[in-house]
């Protein structure tokens, strides 16, 4: 039956995300029906309340870092059962049918994924509501298992930030041997330091504040470069098989191309827009090195990062909030005032 859930959504772009209760959809005989705990606290969830991207649709229930239990399940479930925690990430559906959903790439789905919020149901065209609410509903092939063990509320955050650092570092083949460094240090960097480390991989971070260094070696990183010291970037040159750039604004790449080794590549995680200042293409025809993206990862791979993560023992840095102080932890979250991911304890939702 229709469920009225409660849950924190903004209005519109200019107020602030406040108490709203909604209906979620009816469960489907493949759907599982899951009680959220925890929900991560991501800078896209900020970006699309305030319409930054131009597509929001309101009212708009952002999270998309979601950790719960379950409570029912349909028919057809054959994966999970009530009583089982479970997560769920940025996607809740996808075609199922083209080439990168059948290789398991539903990220990249060619008839777009449906995203967690924000989103259109492929089948009733509703839209999609996110993890700042009591329950969420979800088919069972976009549910993750959480593994036994794991801290819920540190876990939440894998879903989003965990994923999105280690699909490049899977693709890339990131292993013992090789060198990879970290552009930023938030909530995207201080997972690609955690999961690159437990590669084998010797890890670097390029940061602009020295007061960092002792955070990102505990972290995982053997080296840390400033990278507004010129000496210092020229000791790197031609080192980096692979940098991952997770900073979520428009800023000069310029300086880290050179540090790329032959046929290295710098992807980019956590900014969408236009490079500014425009890229120089000398180092890349020179050294034919390559500037690349990457979006997420797909369920198989999500999974497959949430075992290795229980395997080595990692989770997120997170500081908890109540549901309430959202508006402000958006606020610290735009100064980098977190360390390194904010998650809310659901329990803490009142009307």
């Known amino acids: 039956m229709t469920m009225k859930v409660l849950g924190y959504a903004a209005k519109s772009a ?5 108490p709203l209760e909604f209906t979620r959809r009816d469960p489907r005989p493949d759907d599982v029906v899951i009680e959220v705990l925890y929900c991560g606290v991501c800078h896209s969830d900020l970006h699309q309340a305030r319409n930054d991207w131009g597509f929001s649709t309101y009212p708009l229930v952002p999270g998309h870092e979601v950790i719960g239990c379950v409570t029912s399940v349909g028919k057809e479930v054959t994966k999970f059962k009530p009583g089982d925690y479970a997560g769920i990430g940025c996607m809740v559906d996808s075609c199922r049918k083209c080439p990168p959903c059948k290789d398991g790439l539903e990220q990249y789905c060619e008839e777009g994924n449906v995203q967690t919020y924000n989103g259109v149901d492929r089948h009733d065209h509703l839209p999609t509501y996110g993890g700042y609410s009591q329950t969420i509903v979800s088919s069972q092939d976009f549910v993750l298992r959480v593994p036994t063990g794991m801290d819920l509320k540190s876990t939440a955050p894998l879903l989003c930030a965990g994923i999105t650092t280690w699909s490049p570092l899977r693709h890339w083949k990131v292993g013992k041997g090789s060198k990879v460094a970290v552009v930023g240090l938030g909530g995207l ?8 480390n437990a590669l084998g991989a010797e890890v670097t971070l390029f940061t602009r504040s020295p007061s960092k260094e002792a955070d990102a070696r505990r972290l995982g990183a053997h080296n840390i470069v400033l990278s507004t ?3 210092q970037m020229a000791a790197v040159k031609g080192q980096f098989d692979l940098i991952i750039d997770t900073v979520p604004y428009a800023h000069d ?11 290295g590549t710098l992807v980019f995680v956590g900014f969408l827009g236009d490079i500014n200042p425009m890229l120089n293409t000398v180092t890349l025809i020179l050294g034919r090195r390559s ?3 990457s979006c997420i990862g797909g369920i198989a791979e999500t999974q497959e ?9 990692i989770t997120s840095d997170v500081e908890m909030i109540n549901m309430k102080d959202i508006n402000d932890a958006y606020e610290r979250m735009l ?10 304890d659901m329990a803490t939702l009142q009307a």
């Open 14 to 18: 200019q107020v602030p995300l406040a």
């Open 189 to 196: 960097g201080h997972m690609a330091l955690k999961l690159a």
């Open 229 to 231: 010291d010129d000496a």
């Open 253 to 263: 790449i310029n300086p880290y191309v050179p540090t790329l080794n032959l046929d």
């Open 291 to 293: 500037i690349a993206g």
């Open 305 to 313: 990062m949430l075992d290795f993560c229980a395997e080595h023992g």
């Open 335 to 344: 100064k980098s005032d977190v360390k390194y991911r904010f998650v809310i």
